[in-house]
T-cell receptor, first 112, second 110 residues
Framework: QQQVKQSPQSLIVQKGGISIINCAYENTAFDYFPWYQQFPGKGPALLIAIRPDVSEKKEGRFTISFNKSAKQFSLHIMDSQPGDSATYFCAASVSGNTPLVFGKGTRLSVIA | EAGVTQSPTHLIKTRGQQATLRCSPISGHTSVYWYQQALGLGLQFLLWYDEGEERNRGNFPPRFSGRQFPNYSSELNVNALELEDSALYLC?????????FGPGTRLTVL
């Protein structure tokens, strides 16, 4: 069964610190790995995405690191802010425009 | 540019009834995906429509069905509602790679 395993389930980080969320996948056919941010009562918003041909992608304070051999990828949030407090989901799909398989989410709380 | 819209925002039904949820994709997007976000279960893929055709469905019973209209909007129908169908139903539209989600419809089954 196609699975994406996400950890940790919840994370508390001090303001200004680095938040790190990890995901692992099984299906080697996956070639598109997005991260979504979801606030309570809202739909998930696409944050950043990566393909296996690069090992890292950075957009502002958000960085995805990708390890193809280990079948793992992670989201780093630098200089974490209270406004980053949300649930983060990793996902994976085959060739982009196909259904996403989601991790179970990480609830991030950034405290001052 | 307008995002993905969904209606209604909230829907309350009783067990055994039918529910109809609607989604309008981003202009120019031809693919629509439906996902169920139930408490503790994360987001689970339900149905995928592209160019008016059902392309794939997730591991859900046949009482979950839908369609896509010529203008690419879509509706999700859930028949014979059960208590465990209570969830946030999310619609996403896609043109090539990225999927953009709407705000969801919160379905409560009593």
């Amino acid at each position: 069964q196609q699975q994406v395993k996400q950890s940790p389930q919840s994370l508390i980080v001090q303001k200004g610190g680095i938040s790190i969320i990890n995901c692992a996948y099984e299906n080697t056919a996956f070639d598109y790995f997005p991260w979504y941010q979801q606030f309570p009562g809202k739909g998930p918003a696409l944050l950043i995405a990566i393909r296996p041909d690069v090992s890292e992608k950075k957009e502002g304070r958000f960085t995805i690191s990708f390890n193809k051999s280990a079948k793992q990828f992670s989201l780093h949030i630098m200089d974490s802010q209270p406004g980053d407090s949300a649930t983060y989901f990793c996902a994976a799909s085959v060739s982009g425009n196909t259904p996403l398989v989601f991790g179970k989410g990480t609830r991030l709380s950034v405290i001052a | 540019e307008a995002g993905v819209t969904q209606s209604p925002t909230h829907l309350i039904k009783t067990r055994g009834q039918q529910a109809t949820l609607r989604c309008s994709p981003i202009s120019g997007h031809t693919s629509v995906y439906w996902y169920q976000q139930a408490l503790g279960l994360g987001l689970q893929f339900l149905l995928w429509y592209d160019e008016g055709e059902e392309r794939n469905r997730g591991n859900f019973p046949p009482r979950f069905s839908g369609r896509q209209f010529p203008n690419y909007s879509s509706e999700l129908n859930v028949n014979a509602l059960e208590l465990e169908d209570s969830a946030l139903y999310l619609c996403a539209s896609s043109e090539v790679n990225e999927q953009f989600f709407g705000p969801g419809t919160r379905l409560t089954v009593l």
